[in-house]
C-alpha cells in the first residue's frame, strides 16, 4: 500500500514502528505538502470575495499554483520511502567477487543520488510554496491569517528536514561535481526560504 492511501492513524503508526522507512523525508514532504495546502484554503477563502476584489487574480493564481505543488509533494512522500528502499537494497547484493563489489558499488552510488534528488525537490516545491504564502499574506482574508503563518512553519520545518535528507546521502556520494551543485544549490535555497519564512510567520503574529 502507498504511503499517501494510509490513514492519518495508519501512517504515524508506521512511522513511530521501526520499520526504517518513512522516515524524515516522507514526513517532511508530508509537511511541505500540508503548508502548501494551507495557502490554498486561504487562498479558496478569499477568492470570489467583494472584499477582496482586487486581489482576486492573485488568489486564482495562487489556488492553481499550489494546488500543483501540493500534488507534486504528496507524490514525493511515498518517491522518498522508494529511493530510501532502493538505497537499502543495495545491502543486499552479492559482493563476493570483484565484479559484485564494483556493480554493488555502482549501484550504491545511483541509489544515493536518487536519494539525494527527491528531498532537493521537496526543497523546490516547498520554497515556491513559500513564496506563494508572502504573496497572500496582507491580500487575503484576515479571518484566516492565522493559517498563512502556519503554512510558513511547515514549509520552512520541510525545508529544513529535506536538507538534512540531502546532506546524509551526498556524504556518501564520490562524484564531486554532483556534491557540489546538490550543497550549493540546497543552501541557496536555505538562504532564500528560512529568512523568508521567519518574516510570513513574525508578520502573522504582530497582526494577531
Known sequence: MKLTDMTIPAFAELLG????AP???????????LGAALTTMVAALTAGKEKYQEHEALM?????????????LV????RDTEAFNAVSAVFTMPRDTDEQKEARKAA???????????PYEMMECSLKALELTEKALGRSNTN???DLGVAALSLKAAIQGAWLNVLINIGGIRDEAFVTEYRTNGEAILAKALPLADKIYETVVSEL
Open 23 to 33: 522516515g524524515g523525508g516522507s514526513s517532511a514532504a508530508l509537511s511541505g505538502a
Open 75 to 78: 507524490d514525493v512522500i511515498d
Open 60 to 72: 486564482q493564481e495562487i489556488l492553481t499554483a499550489g494546488a500543483a505543488l501540493r500534488v507534486q
Open 17 to 20: 514502528s521501526d520499520a526504517p
Open 144 to 146: 484566516a491569517l492565522s
Open 108 to 118: 550504491m552510488q545511483a541509489a544515493l543520488k536518487g536519494a539525494t534528488k527527491t
